[in-house]
């Protein structure tokens, strides 16, 4: 489906956006592994975290819904049963390497596969270091491709550097400590999400944080874990698209309800400060473990240009290409640089970026890991190609706002991945 996005006058209101993607994924897959029954309300529905549910569903968890609140029967760490089909990951990367930090220790034979998306994202930056701990994983090019398979074997414990600072790496590594009887350490030199550290502590999990030039965490295997309640807070990526519209179209102001602003999230928002767009912390609170905020972001006619190196990366990874839209309205050059992991995502983010704004008139510089952006440039608009990638389709949603001749997105709805809504909530909060 395509969608049109067209000059926007205003934005302005408030707004609840959807709920976290990873804290929603790993409210599935961390209480599958507890004992006994945990809660999880505001679970984010959308396309990802759906094909987590039905994985866990394949793997003998017992998962249900009953207003609006989520029911799952943890089944311990080695309950799990055999599936009888190839498990499907869908779109997600996230559900993918998790879950075989979860499969690698269990007793029995699985098999996954995905997308045609997904089968070209890498997954030996997980499938590798888990055969460290002895895992048994084979697969398209010696295990970095989907499909992969999974003989559970007895694992033990491994300090792992996490040089691409990748959560998603970090938290495969530390479910599969779960199931040893070792303990498992991984080292960053740039803190990731740590959204699985917080919620095994809150589970009980034996585990230890160190943070001094590196930041470390280790786990100590074979420890019972506790069903928990959890109340998933708004996710900051999906904030990011509504606080970008306030800052670029004129006479703005939006207040973001609930938002999710951990320091290794909110990345995004502390840049858009930087640029100097006024955004403020309005009500913070904090809630299982987590800081939550109102984040309330006004228009800024005097943007600067920034830079952007790989020690910003991790805490905004998925809004990069956001920020370089938003840059088009900056004064000054924008520079991004470190950022290559966007060229393994849902698309090569990098160049659907710079392809997409060419298309749109604006005068762009591809990097080889990053982008070079001109600032105070007009939108002339056009047809761009969301590559079915939801967050390029909604990031060029935003900028149609201020296009001249309006935005064309195709595969508009590739955003029901995580954000379903999303076009209906825009049209929500624009004033024409």
Not at 35 to 43: A, L, R, T
Not at 240 to 254: G, T
Not at 400 to 409: K, N, Q, V, Y
């Amino acid at each position: 489906m395509d969608i049109t996005i067209t000059k926007a006058k205003q934005v302005l209101g408030e707004l609840r956006v959807p709920s976290d993607k990873s804290i929603s994924h790993r409210s599935i897959i961390l209480t599958s592994l507890a004992k006994g029954k945990s809660e999880v309300k505001n679970f984010l529905v959308a396309g990802d975290t759906l094909t987590t549910m039905s994985v866990y569903r394949s793997l003998g968890v017992s998962i249900h819904e009953k207003n609006g609140v989520i029911t799952v029967e943890g089944v311990n760490l080695f309950g799990f049963k055999e599936p009888e089909d190839i498990l499907d990951m869908g779109n997600s990367g996230t559900t993918t390497r998790l879950t075989l930090g979860v499969l690698a220790g269990q007793k029995f034979f699985s098999a996954l596969t995905g997308d045609s998306s997904l089968r070209k994202r890498p997954m030996g930056r997980v499938t590798y270091p888990l055969r460290e701990m002895n895992a048994r994983i084979d697969g398209r090019d010696n295990g970095n491709l989907l499909p992969l398979s999974i003989r559970g074997n007895e694992l033990s414990g491994i300090e792992f550097f996490n040089k691409k600072s990748s959560a998603q790496v970090k938290s495969a590594l530390l479910l599969a400590g779960l199931l040893t009887e070792d303990k498992t350490c991984v080292i960053e030199k740039v803190k990731s999400r740590d959204h699985t550290e917080k919620m095994l502590l809150g589970m009980g999990a034996d585990i230890t944080v160190e943070e001094n030039q590196e930041y470390k965490v280790c786990i100590t295997g074979k420890k019972e874990l506790s069903p928990v309640e959890i109340d998933v807070p708004a996710d900051p990526s999906s904030a990011a698209f509504f606080a970008a519209a306030a800052a670029i179209v004129p006479d703005s102001e939006i207040l973001l309800k609930d938002v999710l602003v951990n320091p290794t999230r909110d990345g995004f928002f502390r840049k858009l400060r930087e640029m100097g767009v006024e955004v403020l912390y309005l009500e913070e609170r904090e809630k299982v473990g987590e800081k939550i905020a109102d984040v309330l972001v006004k228009y800024s006619p005097d943007m600067k240009g920034i830079k952007i190196t790989k020690e910003d990366i991790p805490s905004m990874v998925d809004e990069v290409p956001l920020l370089a839209l938003v840059a088009t309205q900056a004064e000054g050059e924008t520079v991004i640089t470190g950022a290559e992991e966007l060229r393994v995502k849902e698309s090569d983010r990098i160049k659907a970026v710079v392809e997409n704004l060419r298309r749109v008139g604006v005068k762009v510089e591809e990097l080889e890991d990053g982008l070079i952006v001109r600032g105070k440039q007009k939108i002339k608009g056009g047809v761009i190609d969301s590559y079915n990638d939801h967050r390029i389709a909604m990031g060029f949603a935003v900028l149609g706002l201020i296009s001249e001749e309006g935005i064309t997105i195709k595969n508009a709805d590739c955003a029901f991945i995580s954000y379903p809504n999303f076009f209906e909530d825009l049209e929500k909060v624009i004033r024409r």
